[in-house]
């Protein structure tokens, strides 16, 4: 079977994100699961640092600013950044 060209597979952002208390991997998916509902995503690359959790969460590009609103209208979650490619937002945040 061919695999899809890069075109068809979909666009998506991904976003840095801090938290304001170190949460496992299946804490964050609890906490962010009634924050974006329905949306597609997933957590990437979970960090701990003095007592707050950095991560990376990929988003699809249709649901991406209104993914950062939410996130951002939360009160444990902040946006750090975020960017077309992975690598970016690694840099940036980790």
């Known amino acids: 079977m ?5 075109s068809a597979r ?3 952002r991904w976003i840095g994100i801090t938290s304001d208390k170190e949460l496992s991997r299946s804490k964050l998916n ?3 699961s009634p924050i974006l509902g ?7 690359d979970v960090e701990h ?7 990376i969460l990929r988003v699809s590009l249709d ?10 209208s939360s009160n444990s979650l902040t946006t750090l950044t975020s ?9 940036r945040v980790l």
């Open 49 to 55: 640092r003095q007592g707050i959790t950095i991560f």
């Open 10 to 12: 979909g666009k998506h």
């Open 63 to 72: 649901e991406y600013q209104n993914s950062i609103s939410k996130i951002n």
């Open 30 to 32: 609890d906490t962010i």
């Open 38 to 44: 329905r949306s597609n995503w997933r957590i990437y």
């Open 83 to 91: 960017s077309g490619k992975i690598r970016l937002v690694r840099e």
């Open 2 to 6: 061919a695999r899809l060209n890069k």
